[in-house]
């Protein structure tokens, strides 16, 4: 039976963090200038963490909060979702961060880079801007990502009060040590809407990273998760 709640919550959900997300980026550049310093990572970094976990709080009563297609995915191989309200799931979250790039250009019409929309340009000098490097960064990434969701948010014998937090300080994290590698995607949502909105060739040329690497990631992490750890607690419950 499919849950069209659970569509809205994740649209909802994925705009928020497709604008506040590189909205946090947009703010770094202009206080920080276009360099990573230190300062503009930890604003992006918190920027990120911090709507995730509260958009966790707000929707994960409602749909899981999944927020990303490479937490989706996962959730629909493990059978904590089902197949029809995964792919609604999905859609609702590309659809949500198409329409939230779009708001922050009209927003911020001047803003012409697509970098300054939050875009994902692939690997950086620090990885010699080898693909072969930021695919496994963004697999190592996501992997982590979603270890701790499915031992927060999904395991039965987890504290529900702080999985919120700890999904978004994860977040946090990952972007700390990310940003400066890969851009730290890790969902493909949130790199593909300043892409297809910017309909910048470099950005959509690498769009098969970020959609690949997460989603592999995420799989490997939800498998290990779910029939090591989640299915034993479901089975003393």
Not at 40 to 58: N, Q, R, T
Not at 205 to 231: C, D, H, R, S, T
């Amino acid at each position: 039976m499919v849950n069209p709640r659970a569509w809205l919550a994740e649209g909802i959900s994925t705009f928020g963090l497709v604008f506040f997300g590189p909205l946090s980026v947009i703010l770094a550049v202009v206080a920080f200038g276009e360099g990573l310093s230190i300062e503009a990572i930890i604003m992006i970094s918190l920027g990120h963490g911090g709507i995730i976990a509260l958009m966790v709080y707000a929707f994960g009563h409602i749909s899981g909060a999944h927020i990303n297609p490479a937490v989706t995915i996962p959730m629909m191989i493990t059978k904590k979702i089902g197949i029809a309200d995964g792919v609604g799931y999905i859609i609702s979250q590309i659809i949500g961060g198409i329409i939230a790039t779009l708001t922050l250009v009209a927003i911020l019409p001047e803003i012409g880079k697509p970098v300054l929309w939050g875009g994902h340009g692939g690997p950086s000098e620090l990885l010699n801007n080898s693909a072969m490097s930021g695919f496994m960064v963004e697999i190592i990434l996501t992997f982590f990502l979603v270890v701790v969701i499915f031992m927060t948010a999904v395991h039965k014998k987890a504290p529900k009060s702080v999985y919120g937090a700890a999904i978004g300080g994860m977040v946090f994290l990952l972007h700390l040590v990310g940003v400066p590698l890969t851009g730290a995607s890790m969902n493909p949502a949130r790199s593909f809407a300043p892409a297809i909105v910017s309909g910048d060739v470099g950005l959509l040329e690498i769009q098969w990273l970020y959609w690949a690497a997460p989603i592999i990631g995420g799989i490997i992490a939800g498998v290990i998760m779910n029939y090591v750890f989640v299915k034993k607690a479901e089975q003393e419950a």
